[in-house]
T-cell receptor
Framework: SAVISQKPSRDICQRGTSLTIQCQVD?????MFWYRQQPGQSLTLIAT?????????ESGFVIDKFPISRPNLTFSTLTVSNMSPEDSSIYLC????????FGPGTRLTVL | GDSVTQMEGPVTLSEEAFLTINCTYT??????LFWYVQYPGEGLQLLLK?????DKGSNKGFEATYRKETTSFHLEKGSVQVSDSAVYFC?????????????FGAGTRLAVHP
């Protein structure tokens, strides 16, 4: 499976601001997935991003809050908009076929 | 919709004890099933998987058998070590035979004492 790099690895943000997380894959993949892991919780899928089409959001997640871009087959971004402390989580991306390793993700703290 | 239910933790065991962590699922099709492990401060790692009924996944002494009749995928290990202390997540992928989006259980924390 492809190697995933994600940045930033961590950030501390003020409420009301937005943060864009970048996910780069070292080979072309069809589907990319964005997950959230809130403190002490399990992983929850936010959305599925296919290149050339709008992302598909899971129940409880909306595009206005978590806009996603997928400009090509190796890259995606997730923006966490108008942040509140409840958005403090680890955000992870992975891709179709990458069942082995999620990586450390982006640890976001909202003050 | 599809879902995964795991036994609540924490599970506390002494070293060399037998481990079982229960996992049951609800799915409309023929999902693939996974166990992931998360060590303190680290990302998720795939522990084992099974892609069809009666398959047994195994790794590092851990085993789980895909039981379609009971919709279960219980994780077992015959003799746990302190180094097995971690959070274990059961997950399913709704599409048979491969990997796609994952639906996770709540996770079960395991603490193994010497």
């Amino acid at each position: 499976s492809a190697v995933i790099s994600q940045k930033p690895s961590r950030d501390i943000c003020q409420r009301g601001t937005s943060l864009t997380i970048q996910c780069q894959v070292d080979s072309q993949v069809t589907m990319m997935f964005w997950y959230r892991q809130q403190p002490g919780q399990s992983l929850t899928l936010i959305a599925t991003a296919n290149q050339g089409s709008e992302a598909t959001y899971e129940s409880g997640f909306v595009i206005d809050k978590f806009p996603i871009s997928r400009p090509n087959l190796t890259f995606s971004t997730l923006t966490v908009s108008n942040m509140s402390p409840e958005d403090s989580s680890i955000y992870l991306c992975t891709h179709e076929g990458n069942e082995q390793f999620f990586g450390p993700g982006t640890r976001l703290t909202v003050l | 919709g599809d879902s995964v239910t795991q036994m609540e933790g924490p599970v506390t065991l002494s070293e060399e004890a037998f481990l079982t962590i229960n996992c049951t699922y609800t799915a409309t099709g023929y999902p693939s099933l996974f166990w992931y492990v998360q060590y303190p401060g680290e990302g998720l790692q795939l522990l084992l998987k099974a892609t069809k009924a009666d398959d047994k996944g195994s790794n590092k002494g851990f085993e789980a058998t895909y039981r379609k009749e009971t919709t279960s995928f219980h994780l077992e290990k015959g003799s746990v070590q302190v180094s097995d202390s971690a959070v274990y997540f059961c997950a399913l992928s709704p599409f048979s035979g491969g990997y796609n989006k994952l639906i996770f259980g709540a996770g079960t924390r395991l603490a193994v004492h010497p």
